[in-house]
């Protein structure tokens, strides 16, 4: 009867030590990015526009699924109106115009997609490419880390409708869920590039899930302030940062995923994650909140046909970057293939007090040419020390990406989930 309890104990202990590896990196017991992702946005023929989206709108709208709309020029939905978009509806943004999408503070986008019928905003031209048109803004009035109750975005748009921030993290802007943006972040002259989407402000009752971004000129997802929760995010091949996070952010970002290539860089940054908590010092009131950023079960992946070929030629960065006065909290995530995983601005001193804000709880880091360092500085071992105790039991690998994922080569439908065979027998050497 001992034997007998002592293999049901093992047996349950094996159990256990394999599911509890399968909540590494995005989860989920079948794959989330069936049916509502494109993975080849480029060579969809998504139809010719029927109507034009054009001006303000200041009164309740809805867009029709029966119809193509093309978006044109800078669209600001004022006046407390709500814009609400059916599920499996085309929105095209104008390449000529510039086109963007504005949701004014005390307005709401009502984005609400279907696994099945996902609402696409894409670019207008025939041969489709990063930046064509400019992007989707939302402005709410949660606090951010600035002076004063408000700001206001600078992307050559009308400053009395670009305004965000106050006082009310519950604030809500509305809905995105199921819901793909292509080809954004057309660059503005002497002002840098637009955001595929840009959150401002935004509150924690806004739901953002299911959302993916495809070859974004500039940053897939850019959040400057507010109180807020993402879920099932995807940012595929971005020029510039997959998800920023700046000015008093206050967010929990949840089963996410950013995908790299070594080939698409921008000179304002390319990274998986981006936290900072000001541009400039003078520009924030250090008695608000700095910025928060609490990210579990995310995947940061660079998907390079030659990972090891573009490492060392110097091809690969950082995949998170941390600013001083800024707090990250990572568990149960995957960063693969970077050079190196994450990077400290060389401003935040290595100590107890800081390292206590910059948390890496339960990773997996496979392939990259080192693990944490500051910047401009090559000796690591501290750092190498501090996030190697096992009371953080963070876990570290060098496999192929090719042994490191379910189905990686699926053009059509890749499957970014860990291979947990590969993962349990590591932890068992």
């Known amino acids: 009867m001992k034997n007998c309890t002592q ?5 349950l202990l094996v159990i256990c030590s394999v599911n509890a590896q399968q909540e590494k990196g995005i989860t989920g017991s079948t794959n989330w990015l069936n ?9 969809v023929d998504y139809g010719e526009a029927n109507q034009i989206l054009a001006g303000n709108i200041a009164v309740n709208t809805k867009l029709l699924k029966k119809n193509i709309y093309r978006l044109q020029g800078s669209v600001f939905v004022t006046n407390n109106a709500i814009l ?41 031209r025939s041969v489709k490419k990063a930046g064509d048109w400019g992007g989707i803004i939302i402005l709410g009035d949660a606090p951010t880390n600035k002076f004063g109750s408000a700001s206001s975005v600078n992307y050559d748009l009308d400053n009395s409708l670009t305004s965000y921030g106050g006082a009310n993290s519950s604030s809500n802007s509305g809905v995105l869920r199921f819901v793909r943006i292509e080809f954004a972040g057309k660059k503005i002259k002497g002002l840098g590039n637009f955001n595929a989407l840009l959150l401002a402000g935004v509150g924690n009752k806004t739901i953002l899930e299911n959302i993916m971004i495809s070859f974004s000129a500039g940053n897939s997802v850019e959040v400057l302030g507010g109180d807020l ?8 091949k971005s020029s510039s940062d997959d998800y920023k996070f700046n000015f008093g952010t206050q967010c929990r970002i949840d089963n996410s995923l950013a995908i790299r290539s070594s080939y698409l860089t921008s000179n304002s940054g390319s990274r998986c994650i981006d936290v900072a908590s000001y541009d400039k010092k003078e520009e924030v009131d250090f008695t608000k909140k700095q910025t928060l950023v609490t990210a579990t079960n995310l995947t940061l992946i660079n998907n390079s046909e030659n990972l090891n070929v573009d490492i060392q030629s ?15 909290e990572f568990k149960r995530s995957v960063i693969s293939g ?21 948390k890496f709880e339960a990773m997996y880091f496979n392939f990259c040419k080192g693990n944490i360092f500051t910047e401009f500085n090559s000796n690591n071992e501290d750092l190498e020390n ?5 009371a953080f039991s963070n876990v570290y690998s060098q496999s192929d990406n090719k042994e490191t994922f379910i189905d990686l080569l699926n053009e059509k439908r890749p499957d970014f989930r860990l291979r947990i065979a590969k993962i349990t027998a590591l932890n068992n050497h």
């Open 338 to 358: 970077f050079n190196p995983a994450v990077l400290l601005n060389n401003k935040i001193e290595i100590n107890g007090e800081n390292l206590k804000k910059i």
């Open 84 to 124: 609400t978009i059916e599920p499996g509806t085309v929105i095209i943004g104008d390449y000529e115009s510039s086109a963007c999408l504005v949701i004014t503070k005390g307005a709401t986008l009502l984005a609400e997609g279907l696994e099945t019928d996902p609402i696409v905003f894409t670019s207008n």
């Open 229 to 236: 929760n993402m879920n099932k995010m995807v940012s595929l």
């Open 7 to 11: 293999i049901i104990s093992m047996f």
């Open 314 to 328: 110097g091809l690969v960065k950082e995949a998170v970057y941390i600013a001083e006065n800024s707090s990250v």
């Open 35 to 43: 049916n509502w992702t494109e993975f080849k946005p480029n060579k």
């Open 386 to 390: 501090w996030y190697g105790n096992s």
